[in-house]
């Protein structure tokens, strides 16, 4: 799996010696047609803090074409294979991983699906594939098509249309609502990755359900899930970064549900999709994550909710219940100032986070809109916990949305 074209400066020494303040090696993870390469400035920024580095590129379909390409069932394999040598070549007990884009999704499929989650440390995610959702608009306003919706919605009307069909549809669709299509070629649209993108099925196997009712395509001017999933593994600590200037990567794909082991970051930049790699806050947000012990989350109660308690249940607001949330956990506002903060200030993230897990809503980024009603509805008895569901309904105007998509693809099917 190791490609010529990983062989890069500070990648894949595996002389590189593991030291007790740095006992995991680091694996990179690259999106939809990237290249390890592409991670140049993270490597030489992780070299540095003393991390061993490690990455390959994958999910050619049959062998041939882009990277990244191929399902994220095989992309998931391969890269689990990967994580496999390099715990074998240099000893390690875990690794942590990175991933980008698309690249977080693969790691999802190796966590969730795979049964990845005893061998990875932590994950930190860079405009990250967590829900399949296509971005419209800036976080944290952000308007949100749901694809597999949209794919059981295109099958209600047409049960033989083919999925590339409802692919062009929704792509249609999200140009329609003012969106860029952020690079969707027709090679892209074509490929198993973008089948798995639209499939209700691999995301119900994945998460347990989905994340948005049946009748919700379009989320116009929303962020966040509407429902919980089963989206994190309990013995591993995230960290996501959404950047505010990318346009492929929202909130809602961006983000995983409130935890105790959850942070989410919204990076307040300029960098772009691919520019996020190299952005000094979010590698400092990245070292900062790395060089911190992770203590596992409690495992998920009876109710399906998380035993999060009250403080995280809705995103929170204030320091003091963010502080509630991280210290339930043994964690504590990862920013060290309990303030509402809204990501300008992030490189001193964590330095006061002791051992903990990064508390959620410490100040690193705004939370998901609907947080007050969550805060309220949830969390008393851990059901809702990590929800951030919103309270305002929106079921008619998203059936509404949702009938104009099927309009499209059905008249794309008829011609």
């Known amino acids: 799996m190791i490609a010529s074209s990983a062989q890069a400066a500070g990648l894949n020494d595996y002389a590189c010696p593991l030291t007790p303040e740095r006992p995991y090696p680091v694996v990179l993870v690259h999106g939809r047609g990237g290249d390890v390469n592409g991670f140049g400035a993270l490597v030489s920024a992780l070299n540095a803090a003393g991390h061993c580095v490690y990455g390959t590129n994958y999910g050619q379909t049959n062998g041939v074409g882009p990277n990244g390409h191929d399902h994220l069932t095989v992309s998931g394999g391969q890269i689990h294979g990967f994580i496999q040598h390099v715990l074998a070549s240099t000893g390690a007990e875990k690794v942590d991983v990175i991933g980008h884009s698309a690249g ?54 047409d049960p033989d249309i083919t999925m590339q069909e409802i692919i062009i549809g929704a792509l249609d669709l999200y140009a329609g609502a003012g969106g860029s299509l952020a690079g969707i070629d027709a090679e892209t649209a074509e490929s198993n990755f973008a089948a798995d993108l639209f499939e209700p099925n691999y ?54 549900d409130p935890a105790p082991n959850v942070d989410n970051f919204l990076l ?59 210290d339930s956990s ?13 990501g300008t200030a992030p490189t001193s993230d964590g330095s006061s986070g002791g051992s903990g897990p990064s508390d959620t809503s410490s100040g690193d980024g705004p939370p998901s809109p609907g947080a007050a009603t969550g805060g309220s509805t949830g969390g008393a008895n851990g059901d809702d916990a990590g929800c951030g569901c919103t309270s305002r309904s929106d079921g008619a105007l998203s059936g509404l949305l949702g009938v104009l998509a099927l309009g499209s693809l059905v008249r794309r099917r008829r011609r």
């Not at 109660?301 to 509630?324: I, L, Q, R, V």
Request: proline share 8%; charged share 15%; net charge negative.
């Open 330 to 342: 043994g964690g504590s506002d990862s920013d060290g100032d309990g303030d509402t903060g809204t």
């Open 203 to 256: 995301w119900t196997m994945l998460h347990g359900g989905l994340s948005e009712p049946p009748e919700v395509l379009l989320k116009p001017l929303d962020a966040g899930h509407t429902l919980p999933t089963a989206d994190a593994v309990h013995s591993i600590c995230y960290t996501n970064i959404v950047g505010a200037a990318d346009l492929v990567t929202g909130v809602s794909a961006g983000y995983q």
């Open 104 to 157: 977080t999704g693969v790691l999802n499929n190796v966590i969730l699906e795979k049964d990845g989650g005893g061998w990875i440390h932590r994950l930190v995610s860079f405009g990250g594939l967590h829900h399949p959702y296509a971005h419209v608009g800036v976080p944290p306003a952000d308007s949100d098509l749901f694809l597999p919706n949209v794919t059981l919605a295109a099958r209600l009307v």
């Open 268 to 326: 307040l930049s300029l960098a772009d999709h691919s520019q996020i790699l190299a952005d000094p806050i979010a590698i400092a947000k990245t070292l900062t994550a790395l060089g911190t012990p992770c203590t596992p989350a409690p495992p998920p109660d009876d109710t399906g909710g998380s035993e999060t308690g009250e403080g995280t249940t809705g995103a929170p607001t204030t320091g003091d219940d963010g502080n509630e949330s991280g």
